[in-house]
Every structure is written in C-alpha cells, then in structure tokens.
C-alpha cells in the first residue's frame, strides 16, 4: 500500500479523513521506524499545533485497522511503519539503534513454527534480528559520535543518509 493516497488509505479502513491523520500517514510514508515524539514533532512543523497526546491517539486509530504497523525493539520507544500484512521482519543494530525490514525467508505466514502452540492457531511471527549496520562495523567511533550533536537524540533519523539512532542502552544478547 505505500505510496497510497493517504485520504484513500483513511477512507479505505472507514475513518475520518483529518489533517492530523493524514499528516502522521506523510511522515511514515517519509520516515519509517519513527517514534511517537519524532511524528510529532514533524507533523506540527506540517500542520502547526498538534499534542503528542492526539499523535498516540493517531497512531492507534490506524494500528488498530492495519494501517500502521506498531513494533517495539527491547530499549527503544515503540515504532511505526506503513509497511503492513506481508510477513516482514526487522533487524536492529545493537550500537546505534538503526531499524531495517528484511523480508521472510519463507513465503507463508508464520515463516516460524513453534514447537508446541498449547492450543493457539498462530498466524504470524514477530521477529526481531539484532546486529551491528554497516556503519557501525566500518566505523573506528562509536557511529552515534558521527551524528550530527544538534540533532534531538531521542529521534529517530530525519534523513535517508542519517540512518541510525544515537547510542542508547540495548539488551545484552
């Protein structure tokens, strides 16, 4: 669906088209894997005043109708993308936080089986690679020092070229 109109993509699902809704839809279209604050922040410089309370709201209006997919990576703050219903997985770095897709190995959903269900039907698995980027492999620093230090270290990226977040405690594995 990317690259939808995001009046239709709001229509489709039944909802109200609004200019917050259509705004956050803009901003993950540009910027997946972003926060809460970081849509925020960017819608308001779109439309003007706009809470981060009304962004959460946004945000689980269309994650509740398959809109917007929601993830959380042990450490960070929860995610959002407009990537949905096709069985993809994501691969974090553990230096500098960077959130990738990668497709599923395997054509069917769940691409993994579980070895007992206890009775579930499982219909998806949600999984979460952890590893170093290639920046963070190639690089002598630490990569969140290569980061420009003006930047809200709390967000994710705003740029294609600035793929990472910052340094931030990530789970010992």
């Known amino acids: 669906m990317a690259g939808t109109d995001p009046a239709a993509r709001l229509r489709d699902a039944s909802l109200r088209v609004t200019a917050q809704r259509t705004a956050v839809l803009q901003v993950l279209e540009q910027h997946p894997h972003s926060d809460a604050g970081f849509v925020a922040r960017t819608v308001r410089e779109q439309i003007g005043t706009v809470s981060l309370q009304a962004v959460y709201d946004v945000l689980a209006a269309l994650s509740d109708v398959g809109i917007v997919r929601k993830l959380q990576p042990a450490g ?3 995610l959002f993308e407009l990537r949905t219903g096709d069985n993809h997985h994501h691969v974090v770095c553990r230096t500098c936080g960077a959130v990738a897709d990668t497709d599923c190995a395997v054509e069917g959903q769940p691409c993994l089986t579980p070895s007992a269900t206890d009775g579930f039907v499982v219909q998806e698995a ?12 190639d690089s002598t620093d630490s990569c969140a020092d290569s980061i420009d230090p003006q930047r809200d270290r709390n967000t994710p990226p705003t740029s294609v070229k600035e793929t990472r977040w910052p340094s931030r405690k990530t789970p010992n594995r």
């Not at 949600?126 to 492999?137: D, K």
Request: with cysteine; aromatic share 14%; proline share 7%.
């Open 126 to 137: 949600e999984v979460l690679f952890w590893g170093v980027c290639l920046s963070c492999a």
């Open 76 to 78: 960070s703050p929860a």
